[in-house]
Structure formats: C-alpha cells, structure tokens
C-alpha cells in the first residue's frame, strides 16, 4: 500500500519521484494484493459512480493494478487501461488482472509522454501516483489531451501531492476522502474536467 514518506523523510519529497521498482516493487505487490480488495472499495465505487457505460478509463501509476481488479469486478462493462513508469509494476499488474477477459491494456510509459491517441479516453484516474511524478505539469497536459471533451480526471493522493500543477484543467475540486479502510491515508479527492 502507498506510504506517506513524508513521515520518514520530513518534506523532501524530491527524494520519492520516479519508478517503484525491483525487490520495492515486489514488496508493495504483496501487501497491495493483502489490503487492496478492502482499501481499493470505496475509490472504486467513487470512480464506478462517474463512469459512463463502457467507457474508457486509463489508471495512471497503476503499480500492481490492485485498483482495475477492484473496478474490473464492479463494473465489467469499462475498458481499462493501465500506465506505470516502471515495468516491474506492469508485470505485476499483468499477473494480478490475467483472470480477466478483455485483458486490460498495461504498458510502461510516464504521465508526461502517454502513448494513446488524443481523446482516447472517457475518464482518467490515479491513487497514490501523482506525488511521484516528476513533471507534474507535463503530466496534467498529457492528461488533457488523452480526454474526450467533458472527460474527468479523479486524483486521489496524500494532501501533499502536487495538486496545483494539475490545474492546467480546468473547473477542479479537492476534497478530503474518507473511507474506514483509508484511516492511515489521509486521503485528498482530486477531480477536474477538460476544458
Ligand atoms: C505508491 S504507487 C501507487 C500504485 C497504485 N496506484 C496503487 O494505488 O496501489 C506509485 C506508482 O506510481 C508510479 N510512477 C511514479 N512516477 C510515475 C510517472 N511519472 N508516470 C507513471 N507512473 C509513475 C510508480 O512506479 C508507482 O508504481
């Protein structure tokens, strides 16, 4: 499950950007397949609740992909996608969605250089990625341009992430998340709309 590294490392948060990878990847893997299924629940019924029948949902920094298998048995009708910076985690990923039919697309690719078409997508969603990012601001302008016109993007993410520079939508939202699994994560919602 995501950490708060800010309670390890005070407010150096440059230290945290980048890929989860190698023996770390495996280690978030197994506790995200432990706590995802009950932490995951209410994220998923949130994102279920703004997505429209059959639409297209891409999951940026989607690790293990605990957060598509939650929302793959919820609503079967969505097409999901799923992006990490690193590969590992897409391996992950492949493994822990292979029971599913279609089989969700997974590739490694950045937030700031997404390898789909413009529009492609109804709604673009992520938990615990964006603090990560290392260009946050050439992560939201991918965003945009991957949305239809009217797409959403929901952000849910510790209060520290990098909320402003994904303002490069327009008409956003914060507000605090709360869920009984989420307790430990003080959980801000993000949404925003393309303009
Ligand atoms: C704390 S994990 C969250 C994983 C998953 N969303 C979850 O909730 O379990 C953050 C993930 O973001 C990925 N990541 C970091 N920077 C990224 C970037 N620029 N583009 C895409 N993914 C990124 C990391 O590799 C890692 O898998």
Redesign the pocket.
Known sequence: ??HDHAHDHGTDHHRH?????GRH?HR?NRI?RLL?PLQ?RRIAADIAASAPRNAAVL??????G??LRVLAKRRPDLRLTG????QD?IDHATRNLAHLTPAPDLRA????ALPFDDGAFDLVV????SH???DPAA?ATEIARVLRPDGRFLDYDFPRAPFEALTALTESSRTPFRSPWLLLMKTTRFEAAKR
């Open positions: 499950m995501p950007h980048g890929p989860i990878e990847s978030y995200a995802g995951y999951d940026i920094g989607t690790g293990p605990i957060l992006v990490d910076l690193a985690m690719a950045d937030v700031a992520s938990t615990y990625s990560h990012w290392s992560g």
